[in-house]
């Protein structure tokens, strides 16, 4: 079974940028599929991206596209989601999520980003 | 992008009732594999969403069989055949044929 440990939570000020990393055990980043995916205070889930098999490369989702980077360090089962020029529509709960047999199937347990002057 | 549409939007059910959300699509989720991949999570309140359902009506590993899903093409149902306490939360359905991946709005689910 994947586990999913993320890193802690963060608080930026606006335009600067946010690296959140999501530690895998329990199977190999190149056995599986990383997503991320947000959820704003009292809101539903946002898809911002992740690694689409059939092309074998990161989509990014259009919103998001230009200000987030997802890599990952193979070494250390560790996949990385960074975003930058942050606003205070930017504050949310970071959750990366694999896919291994099935979209999403595993979640970590989330990284709160705040943005705030 | 597919758009997911659920009703309702909250629930409250008496425990040992049955409980039923809709969603739908805005596409056919049915692949040309013959798949139809449309998911449902559950996030309990303070926690990380977990996967219940994936292509339609396959229950997830550990996922109790008062849980059930059906529906095909733009259809979708989710069926808790007898609500318990620990069903609480909100309820997300999810496109996976395509991406960018696409949820519902939420259904919260309380107890009444």
């Known amino acids: 079974q994947v586990q999913l440990v993320q890193s802690g939570a963060e608080v930026k000020k606006p335009g600067a940028s946010v690296k959140v990393s999501c530690k895998v055990s329990?199977?190999?980043?190149?056995?599986?599929?990383m997503h991320w995916v947000r959820q704003a205070p009292g809101k539903g889930l946002e898809w911002m991206g992740g690694f689409d098999p059939e092309d074998g490369e990161t989509i990014y989702a259009q919103k998001f596209q230009g200000r987030v980077t997802m890599t990952e360090d193979t070494s250390t089962d560790t996949a990385y989601m960074e975003l930058s020029s942050l606003r205070s529509e930017d504050t949310a709960v970071y959750y990366c999520?694999?896919?291994?047999?099935?979209?999403?199937?595993?979640w970590g347990q989330g990284t709160l980003v705040t943005v705030s002057s | 992008d597919i758009v997911m549409t659920q009703t309702p939007l909250s629930l409250s059910v008496t425990p040992g009732q049955p409980a039923s959300i809709s969603c739908k699509s805005s596409q056919s989720l049915l692949h040309s594999d013959g798949k139809t991949y449309l998911y449902w999570y559950l996030q309990k309140p303070g926690q990380s969403p977990q996967l219940l359902i994936y292509e339609v009506s396959s229950r997830f590993s550990g996922v109790p069989d008062r849980f059930s899903g059906s529906g095909s093409g733009t259809d979708f149902t989710l069926k808790i055949s007898r609500v318990e306490a620990e069903d609480v939360g909100v309820y997300y359905c999810m496109q996976g044929i395509h991406l960018p991946l696409t949820f519902g709005q939420g259904t919260r689910l309380e107890i009444k």
């Open positions: 329990g199977y190999t980043l190149t056995e599986l599929s």
């Open positions: 999520a694999t896919a291994t047999q099935q979209w999403l199937d595993y």
